[in-house]
């Protein structure tokens, strides 16, 4: 079983709103993904991680930002939530030698 | 990273077998080929990986011919609650640090 961790899982919050999606796993893992899914569309990859204090952008575009201070935790920040930024927010991590990409639940961001 | 394609969905019946193919022309030596699974509202989850030939586990088989161009998940005798997304990825786990989903197959078993 992934113990890979998001939260919140359903946010709904104001324009220019400052918010953080949490993402914690302790399994260990040296790569960290973000994720943007909208109902019934394709993953797209916004930021990834490769280890502690290493990012990158994803293939699509987003005003969001990512950090990684510590293995087990990579949160991403919006600094003014905008409508545009409703959507389903997922992370994941997976061990150097695998495929595996081990999932969480997901955070539901709704901006109003 | 190689660029995969696959039907947009797949309609089935319970009890049925169910083959998805994935076309991947330009898979390098080092590729491997993985497949995941969603269902709504959930982040994927992995079914199974291969490199050559036939690699099978509870969940799926997954048959890769000896040019790799392509590989075909095979989902034997489907219940209403394998009604989901299913995604081929192509990559090397060891140089790609990402890994990119592609619109996948919307699998839907009708009772």
């Known amino acids: 079983e992934a113990d890979i961790y998001q939260t919140p899982r359903y946010l709904v919050i104001g324009t220019g709103k400052k918010i953080t999606l949490e993402c914690s796993q302790t399994?260990?893992?040296?790569?960290m993904y973000w994720y943007q899914q909208d109902p019934g569309m394709e993953l797209h990859l916004i930021h990834y991680?490769?280890?502690?204090?290493?990012?990158e952008k994803g293939d699509l575009s987003s005003e969001s930002t990512v950090s990684r201070i510590r293995t087990e935790h990579f949160p991403l920040t919006l600094e003014s939530a905008r409508p545009s930024h409703t959507s389903q927010y997922l992370c994941?991590?997976?061990?150097?030698?695998?495929?595996?990409?081990?999932f969480g639940p997901g955070t539901r961001l709704t901006v109003t | 990273l190689a660029k995969t394609t696959q039907p947009i969905s797949m309609d089935s019946y319970e009890g049925q077998e169910v083959n998805i193919t994935c076309s991947h022309n330009?898979?390098?030596?080092?590729?491997?080929i993985t497949w995941y699974q969603q269902f709504p509202s959930q982040g994927p989850r992995f079914i199974i990986q291969?490199?050559?030939t036939k690699v099978t586990n509870e969940v799926a088989s997954l048959f890769i011919p000896a040019d790799r161009k392509s590989s075909t998940l095979s989902l034997p005798r489907v219940s209403l609650s394998d009604t989901a997304v299913y995604y081929c990825?192509?990559?090397?786990?060891?140089?790609?640090?990402?890994?990119?989903f592609g619109g996948g197959t919307r699998v839907l078993v009708k009772p």
């Open positions: 994941a991590s997976r061990d150097r030698y695998s495929y595996e990409q081990y």
């Open positions: 990825l192509v990559g090397d786990k060891a140089a790609g640090n990402k890994l990119t």
């Open positions: 291969g490199y050559k």
């Open positions: 330009n898979i390098a030596t080092n590729d491997y």
């Open positions: 991680s490769y280890g502690v204090n290493s990012t």
């Open positions: 399994m260990g893992h040296d790569k």
